[in-house]
Nanobody
Framework: QVQLVESGGGLVQAGGSLRLSCAAS??????????VGWFRRAPGKEREFVAV????????YYSMSVEGRFTMSRDNAENTLYLQMNSLKPEDTAVYYC?????????????????WGQGTQVTVSP
């Protein structure tokens, strides 16, 4: 079992930066064994993959819409993952969720993730 709690959302102007955090409580296994990442949902849209990391394989993947602007990292000692968001655009406005699963398989598919945080709102003004 993994419980996830996001923080760090807010209102920022276009071109600005925000850093999201996600604290994980793990009752089965260790945090480093989980594939963790971020999804987002904009108003009126489906959930969208943002980024994912597998500590086991050493791989981090990003969606094309955020690559080069967002950086995902994790601190296994603190059971925390982060999403540094730079050069924010109004189209980045969404509720951001941190997620966790056991394998990297189908990492862009939201239904493959067993664990979800409650979400944090990010609003980017023009």
């Amino acid at each position: 079992q993994v419980q996830l709690v996001e923080s760090g959302g807010g209102l920022v102007q276009a071109g600005g930066s925000l850093r999201l955090s996600c604290a994980a409580s793990v009752s089965e296994g260790t945090f480093s064994n989980y594939v963790v990442g971020w999804f987002r949902r904009a108003p009126g849209k489906e959930r969208e993959f943002v980024a994912v990391n597998s500590w086991t394989t050493g791989n981090t993947y990003y969606s094309m819409s955020v690559e080069g602007r967002f950086t995902m990292s994790r601190d296994n000692a603190e059971n925390t993952l982060y999403l540094q968001m730079n050069s924010l655009k109004p189209e980045d406005t969404a509720v951001y969720y941190c997620v966790a699963k056991n394998t990297i398989f189908d990492y862009t598919v939201s239904s493959r993730y067993k664990y979800w945080g409650q979400g944090t709102q990010v609003t980017v003004s023009p």
